[in-house]
Nanobody, 119 residues
Framework: QVQIVESGGGLVQPGGSLRLSCTAS????????MGWYRQAPGKQRELVAA???????NYADSVKGRFTISRDNAKNTVYLQMNSLKPEDTAVYSC?????????????WGQGTQVTVSS
């Protein structure tokens, strides 16, 4: 059974920092691409940051230079370090594990963790 569990969300003041964690079980973590997505009220879900099995990363333009995604394959965990947070970063942040092989896609989601940036 695959489980994707996020943690680390909360309330933070503008300019503050948070680190989100996402731990996966039931999959061979090291061969999955991992991504952090977010969805704000009334908006579509968007990709925030992603990291490949080989460690290549990509970021949404809105978070470049402020957020850093990393992974620890020994702990089956991906992290999102968020610095210089802004009120517009407020959203539910969800973790995704994705693997494509031939014509099959394996795609798993966590339940999400709320991040609120407010004074």
């Amino acid at each position: 059974q695959v489980q994707i569990v996020e943690s680390g969300g909360g309330l933070v003041q503008p300019g503050g920092s948070l680190r989100l964690s996402c731990t996966a079980s039931g999959i061979t973590f090291s061969i999955y691409a991992m991504g952090w997505y977010r969805q704000a009220p009334g908006k579509q879900r968007e990709l925030v940051a992603a990291i490949t099995p080989g460690g290549s990363t990509n970021y949404a333009d809105s978070v470049k230079g402020r957020f850093t995604i990393s992974r620890d394959n020994a702990k089956n965990t991906v992290y999102l370090q968020m610095n210089s947070l802004k009120p517009e970063d407020t959203a539910v942040y969800s973790c995704n594990a994705n693997r494509r092989i031939l014509q099959r896609t394996f795609d798993y989601w966590g339940q999400g963790t709320q991040v609120t940036v407010s004074s």
